[in-house]
């Protein structure tokens, strides 16, 4: 079975996109710095608003609604069909009801709510491969893709279609904690060195590399276990 149609992943994914800081981390000596990843991603995008964007990899949609506050067509793709249904909800009716695990099997009820000032309008999710993604997708302002690529097959077939899907002008950020592991990509299709050097031997053709950076994040698996990692942030302009 999938991992990302369990319901245990969409708890957590749930929780990591839309929990208050609280729901997440009870712990005062916790890594606070490491909250709110789906949004923190999003403000690498430069300021102003544009007509279309696409979050690559949006998992239950929050990067999505973040931006669509600057945004006026956004749409968000995700493997995981379980992931879509909740992100469609969510714009729809506004929450979604779901369990967070506190101890195994202990659970509690939240409620996942849109981020203020997003009413949903405009934002569109549909299951798809970032490998083969849809011919007519058209192109976009704005290319959001988080966490995606070190858990892709063969990412590179992702990377060669990134500048069809970038307009002239356009930004492209990607995010990775950079976790190559055979039981999602082939060893043959791993970077060769760093993951950052493999983007720019990639992409340097069609996009020029603006700025990197680092951002942190926190996913909880319950109240005493969680994974802490960094993802590379790196911020593209398409010649």
Not at 218 to 236: C, G, M, P
Request: net charge negative; aromatic share 10%.
């Amino acid at each position: 079975m999938n991992l990302y149609e369990t319901d245990r992943l969409l708890g957590e994914y749930l929780l990591f996109h839309f929990g208050a800081d609280e729901e997440i981390l009870p712990w005062e000596s916790g890594p606070r710095e490491a909250l709110g990843f789906p949004v923190r991603t999003v403000a690498h995008f430069g300021q102003g608003r544009v007509e279309r964007a696409l979050d690559l990899g949006c998992a239950v949609g929050r990067s999505a609604f973040e931006m669509s506050m600057s945004a006026d067509q956004v749409i968000g793709i995700d493997f995981s069909q379980k992931f879509v249904d909740a992100a469609e909800h969510l714009a729809r009716q506004g929450s979604f009801d779901y369990l967070r695990t506190d101890e195994i099997p202990a659970q509690s009820r939240l409620t996942a709510k849109l981020p203020e000032g997003v009413d949903g309008g405009g934002v569109s999710f549909e299951q798809g491969d970032a490998m083969n993604l849809r011919e007519d997708l058209g192109s976009f302002d704005r290319v959001h893709a988080a966490n995606l690529l070190c858990r892709l097959p063969e990412p590179q077939k992702l990377l060669q279609r990134l500048p069809d899907l970038v307009k002239s002008g356009g930004e492209l950020v990607i995010a990775t904690p950079c976790t190559w592991l055979e039981e999602f990509t082939p060893l043959d299709n791993w970077p060769e060195g760093g993951t950052l050097e493999w983007l720019k031997g990639k992409l340097s053709g069609d996009f020029s590399l603006e700025r990197t950076d680092n951002e942190p994040f926190l996913i909880r698996e319950h109240a005493r276990k969680f994974q802490w990692s960094v993802s590379q942030i790196s911020v593209w302009r398409r010649l």
